[in-house]
């Protein structure tokens, strides 16, 4: 059974940092993309940061997010993190993390395109 396992989210003050980390198991790691998504009320569900997970360290980030966010993974320990600075009160959302068999044409930022999610971490950030 495929699980994705979301932690770290919580409160902070503008400029804060936090890191989520996600920790999957249930399926063969390699040759995935992985990455957060986060929605905010009211807004759809959106790609903040994806890295393949298939080795090259090829990553994608949101223009919102470039220079404050690093998305990395410790493949040893099936575990995506992401790293958060600079954090900004547009930051506030759900956080999820998701997985998508990196098969050809694979809309990256698309949300349907993801099979695997996790239940999700709330991050707030305060003025």
């Known amino acids: 059974q495929v699980q994705l396992v979301e932690s770290g989210g919580g409160s902070v003050q503008a400029g804060g940092s936090l890191r989520l980390s996600c920790a999957a198991s249930?399926?063969?790691?390699?040759?995935?993309?992985m990455g957060w998504f986060r929605q905010a009320p009211g807004k759809e569900r959106e790609g903040v940061a994806l890295?393949?997970?298939?080795?090259?360290?090829?990553?994608y980030y949101a223009d919102s997010v470039k220079g404050r966010f690093i998305i990395s993974q410790d493949n040893a320990k099936n575990t995506l993190y992401l790293q958060m600075n600079s954090l900004k009160p547009e930051d506030t959302a759900m956080y999820y993390c998701?997985?998508?068999?990196?098969?050809?044409?694979?809309?990256?930022?698309?949300?349907?395109?993801?099979?695997?999610w996790g239940q999700g971490t709330q991050v707030t950030v305060s003025s």
């Open positions: 998701a997985a998508a068999w990196a098969r050809a044409h694979l809309k990256l930022l698309a949300p349907s395109e993801y099979k695997y």
């Open positions: 890295i393949y997970t298939g080795g090259g360290s090829i990553t």
């Open positions: 249930g399926y063969s790691y390699n040759n995935y993309w």
